[in-house]
C-alpha cells in the first residue's frame, strides 16, 4: 500500500520564478493538505482540498494556488517566487469519510531552493 | 487564535536517560492534541495522541496526559534508545481550526 508521494524531491529556482509541487495521497484518502516547514520551524498549514475544491486555506497570499484532480491527487503552484518561499513543502492525506481526527499521513517532503 | 509553544531544542540525552519535551497551547475551544515525529529523512508520522481533558495517549513507550488546567501536553519516555533521535512536533487541531504545530524538539540520543 504505497503512502503519500511527492515530487521532486529537490528542486532550485530563481526569484520570480513559479514552481508546480505534486502529491499523490495515501490509497482510500481523499483529502489533501499542504503545509510549509521553514528551516528549525513547524509545519505551516497552507490549504487543504477535497471533492476538488480549496476548502480550507491558512494565511499564505494569493500567489500559493493549488489544484486537486478527480483522482484525488494535488498540486501546489507558487508564483512570483522570492527568498523567502524557500522551504520543505509538505502534503498530508487523510479519508474524508471519517470525524476531524487530526491523523494526517505525510509524505516525506519537496525541498525547495529559490535563490 | 490557536498555538503551540514546546521547549526549545536541541536535546540531547544518553541511552536509556528519562525523556520529557515540554509543550503547552492556547485554546478557544476543545482541541485534540498529537505528537508528530520526523525521523531523519522521512515524512512526519502521527506518534500519539489524546481527543479530551486527562486522556493519555501512548506509543512505543512513550507517554503525553492531556493537562487541560495547566494547557500542557508533555511527551515522556521512561528510557530513550539511539532510534529515538528525531524531531518531535506538538500539534492541535479544533473544529472549523487546521492543524497548528509548534516548532519543534530535536533530540539526540547518544550510546
Known amino acids: 500500500d504505497a503512502g503519500v508521494t511527492q515530487s521532486p524531491t529537490h528542486l532550485i529556482k530563481t526569484r520570480g520564478q513559479q514552481v508546480t509541487l505534486r502529491c499523490s495521497p495515501k490509497?482510500?484518502?481523499?483529502?489533501v493538505s499542504w503545509y510549509q516547514q521553514a528551516l528549525g520551524q513547524g509545519p505551516q498549514f497552507i490549504f487543504q482540498?477535497?471533492?476538488?475544491?480549496?476548502?480550507q486555506r491558512g494565511n499564505f497570499p494569493d500567489r500559493f494556488s493549488g489544484h486537486q484532480f478527480p483522482n484525488y491527487s494535488s498540486e501546489l503552484n507558487v508564483n512570483a517566487l522570492w527568498l523567502g518561499d524557500s522551504a520543505l513543502y509538505l502534503c498530508a492525506s487523510e479519508p474524508r469519510d471519517r470525524p476531524k481526527t487530526g491523523e494526517l499521513f505525510f509524505g516525506e517532503g519537496s525541498r525547495l531552493t529559490v535563490l | 487564535g490557536d498555538s503551540v509553544t514546546q521547549m526549545e531544542g536541541p536535546v540531547t540525552l544518553s541511552e536509556e536517560a528519562f525523556l520529557t519535551i515540554n509543550c503547552t497551547y492556547t485554546a478557544t475551544g476543545y482541541p485534540s492534541l498529537f505528537w508528530y515525529v520526523q525521523y531523519p529523512g522521512e515524512g512526519l508520522q502521527l506518534l500519539l495522541k489524546?481527543?479530551?481533558?486527562?486522556d493519555k495517549g501512548s506509543n512505543k513507550g512513550f507517554e503525553a496526559t492531556y493537562r487541560k488546567e495547566t494547557t500542557s501536553f508533555h511527551l515522556e519516555k521512561g528510557s530513550v534508545q539511539v532510534s529515538d533521535s528525531a524531531v518531535y512536533f506538538c500539534a492541535l487541531i479544533e473544529e472549523y481550526v487546521d492543524m497548528r504545530f509548534g516548532a519543534g524538539t530535536r533530540l539526540t540520543v547518544k550510546p
Open positions: 489524546a481527543t479530551k481533558a486527562d
Open positions: 482540498y477535497y471533492e476538488e475544491e480549496e476548502r
Open positions: 490509497s482510500g484518502h481523499d483529502t
